[in-house]
């Protein structure tokens, strides 16, 4: 009896020896790597210079031309019905004061054309027409480096991706390595540049047209001030 209680036990423990044996071995899984924006663009490379440079510079002209040409645009109604009481009153050096001290685009306008009164009326649109296109050009300032930028900062990228491209397939042709790996591997990295550069050229194109579409607002508010002012100094000859 003893005998056969132990050939069972036996029995027993190399069935389970053999299950164990038989399971697959599982192995932990590598850990992936994370995929960091910044240690992206450190891998971009050198181009990635250039586009930071042209990225900061976008910014710095968009944010100085947008709250100048704010500036501009503000509402000169209590200008002009100023300048219209003064005239109406018959006070010149009034009205060309209160132009003076406006120190605005629209203001600097009147102050021509309110110097020229006695002149044809020719000659005062002529000075008013003059001194609006300083202006405007005034408020155009450094706006077409935005459309540079624009233009050149996807070059870039492409230009990063490129010399990327070569030097993968120079380095194949040392080591006689064509693994995907190692062309996907170093590849992925230099498309940051192009990524890099098409943003930020997106971005400059975007606020290059904000700009100019804010400029011809206040260009038409100009003309129509500047209309207005001249039919009130022909008001008295009608």
Not at 12 to 24: E, F, R, S, W, Y
Not at 36 to 48: A, N
Not at 166 to 195: P, R
Request: hydrophobic residues 50%.
């Amino acid at each position: 009896m003893m005998l056969l209680m132990l050939l069972q036990d036996t029995a027993l423990k190399v069935a389970d020896t053999v299950n164990q044996a038989m399971q697959p071995v599982t192995t932990p899984a590598a850990p992936v790597d994370d995929l960091r924006f910044g240690d992206l663009l450190i891998k971009g490379g050198w181009v990635m210079i250039p586009i930071a440079i042209l990225a900061i510079l976008g910014l710095v002209i968009f944010f100085e031309r947008f709250f100048t040409i704010r500036k501009a645009a503000k509402d000169e109604s209590n200008l002009m019905s100023q300048i219209r009481s003064s005239i109406t009153a018959g006070k010149l050096d009034s009205a060309i004061a209160v132009a003076r001290n406006s120190n605005s685009p629209l203001g600097r306008m009147l102050q021509k054309g309110l110097l020229r009164i006695g002149r044809p009326i020719k000659d005062i649109e002529g000075a008013i027409e003059n001194i609006g296109k300083i202006e405007v050009s005034k408020l155009e300032k450094n706006i077409g480096i935005l459309g540079i930028v624009a233009g050149i900062a996807p070059m870039f990228g492409f230009l990063g991706t490129i010399a990327g491209v070569i030097k993968i397939f120079y380095d194949i042709s040392k080591t006689d390595n064509i693994s995907m790996g190692v062309i996907s591997g170093g590849l992925y990295v230099k498309m940051v540049t192009s990524a890099a550069g098409l943003f930020v050229g997106i971005v400059a194109y975007v606020c290059y047209h904000v700009l100019n579409m804010m400029v011809d607002k206040v260009i038409l508010k100009l003309e129509t001030d500047a209309i207005e002012f001249i039919d009130l100094l022909e008001e008295p000859s009608k």
